[in-house]
């Protein structure tokens, strides 16, 4: 291990840090409002739009993120439409993120008992308010553990962003082995940015989830 090599490495791993992080949480953002959305829609069983989900979900759950990436990336300038490599990247997350979280809302939305719902109707409130008020703080709550989980799988994800030229984390550190051939302080460093982009996500989630479990105790 040659640290002058390591030292020398990290500027440009830091703007391969920063180019993953952003890419990285932009789609999960993009994956958050897919699934409430989606988890609304399957909840309340909404005619077609319902159908038109669960066959989303069923789809992006059950194949990789790269043949996501090759399909959005590749295939999609075959029928005129021409995305940018950070673009598909976050698109790509976003919606194979949010087959994950639609099925992690959906269960936190029927885990809410009946009787919060039926006390909250015999107390005067109208459908509207007991939703919000009543069944979303409750359905949240009971989604966060899986929230968690979710992002940081899809954080992990992005580790596939170099198959389609995009200069993240990944690429970089092929790229440093293809050039100069120094494996070890490339994966080195490789292994120190990602678990500086992991740690701090996994510690706050082990946090809000010990805080939401006792509130719910």
């Known amino acids: 291990m040659d640290f002058n090599v390591v030292i020398s ?5 830091v703007d391969a840090f920063l180019l993953t992080v952003k890419i990285g949480w932009i789609g999960i953002a993009f994956s958050l409002v897919i699934g409430i959305l989606s988890a609304f829609i399957m909840h309340f069983k909404i005619p077609v739009l319902s159908q038109i989900v669960a066959v989303y979900i069923e789809l992006f759950r059950n194949t990789p993120l790269l043949v996501q990436l090759f399909f959005i990336y590749f295939g999609l300038p075959k029928i005129g439409i021409v995305i940018s490599a950070g673009t598909c990247g976050a698109v790509g997350l ?21 009787s919060q719902t039926e006390s909250s109707l015999a107390l005067g409130f ?4 007991m939703f919000i008020y009543v069944i979303l703080p409750q359905a949240f709550s009971k989604s966060v553990p899986g929230i968690v ?19 993240d984390l990944m690429f970089r550190a092929k790229d440093l082995i293809g050039l100069y051939y120094n494996t070890t ?3 080195f460093l490789l292994v120190i940015f990602y678990v500086i982009m992991l740690l701090p996500v ?5 946090v809000i989830e010990k805080k939401v479990v006792s509130i719910n105790g």
Do not use: C, D, W
């Open 9 to 13: 490495y990290i500027p440009t791993y």
């Open 94 to 114: 976003g919606l194979l993120g949010g087959s994950y979280m639609a099925e992690v809302f959906r269960s936190g939305l029927e885990g809410v008992s009946i």
């Open 126 to 129: 109208s459908k509207t308010q």
């Open 149 to 167: 989980a979710n992002v940081i799988f899809l954080l992990k994800e992005t580790s596939v962003f170099s198959a389609i030229s995009l200069m």
């Open 185 to 187: 302080e490339a994966l």
């Open 202 to 206: 996994s510690f706050l989630g082990s």
